[in-house]
């Protein structure tokens, strides 16, 4: 019995000591792992206007935030939409009655989609002044990476030979290049553990080009540059990784 009872205060005089070690939110700045989830409602500018309307991105953060409040981080996203606005890039496979055949000689049911790829590098900061503790605030940052997006043709129930294979590239506008990111918004870590978020909105600029040798539409390799812009409403929720008073870190 004395020694269930010497067990049981060691684990309790343990697991206090443990949660003295850890530093408040509310009462100082530390060092944190913010592991976001986030999704946007974005839209286009640019020569991305002239190809696509509103589109979607889910994606994932990945940020340290420092004891001075600087953060660096990586951020990445899936882009998706169907709001495509350059329909005569199909013209040429158009019959008399302005639909695609498929071999079945019916109107073939063919998707449109969006789809594309965000990654960059950032840093930025958090300005604590009007935060509700000194690790929240408004968060700035800016970063460098990458874009990629083209056209998803998708035939649910039809066999459309021109739109598959090789040929379907000589359609999609396959486009890459170099981008940048800025984000504007506000970081929020509640002393309580589960509520933690960030919103704001995030700028995209690409300047990116055509990447396909060869496109029907034009009848051959397009290779101006293009200007691309995406820009929206981000939120994210956040599992973050703080750190100890002793430089370990622990899961809230």
């Not at 350059?86 to 019959?95: H, K, S, V, Y």
């Not at 449109?112 to 935060?131: E, T």
């Not at 990458?146 to 294979?165: A, C, F």
């Not at 870590?189 to 396909?212: H, P, S």
């Amino acid at each position: 019995m004395i020694g269930r009872k010497h067990v049981l205060f060691v684990i309790l005089l343990t697991t206090t000591h443990a949660f003295s070690q850890r530093k408040s939110l509310r009462d100082s700045v530390v060092n944190t792992v913010l592991i976001g989830m986030h999704y946007k409602a974005s839209l286009t500018a640019g020569e991305m206007a002239d190809r696509w309307g509103f589109n979607n991105q889910i994606g994932l953060d990945l940020t340290n935030k420092y004891k001075n409040n600087m953060t660096v981080g990586l951020n990445a996203g899936f882009i998706f939409g169907n709001q495509l606005r350059q329909p005569e890039i199909f013209a040429g496979l158009l019959n008399e009655f302005g639909t695609i055949t498929g071999t079945a000689g019916t109107p073939a049911d063919i998707l449109f989609l969006m789809r594309g790829v965000v990654g960059h590098v950032s840093a930025g900061y958090v300005w604590n002044r009007f935060g509700n503790n000194p690790n929240s605030g408004f968060w700035f940052s800016g970063g460098l990476g990458y874009m990629m997006h083209k056209i998803r043709i998708e035939s649910l129930y039809d066999n459309v030979p021109q739109l598959q294979g090789d040929y379907k590239k000589g359609y999609d506008k396959l486009t890459m290049g170099v981008s940048s990111r800025q984000f504007i918004g506000y970081l929020y870590q509640a002393d309580a553990r589960l509520v933690k978020f960030y919103a704001g909105l995030e700028f995209i600029q690409g300047v990116t080009q055509n990447v396909r040798t060869y496109n029907f539409d034009t009848g051959g390799r397009e290779d101006e540059l293009r200007f691309d812009v995406m820009y929206g409403l981000k939120f994210g929720l956040v599992m973050p990784i703080s750190q100890r008073t002793r430089g370990e870190y622990y899961y809230e």
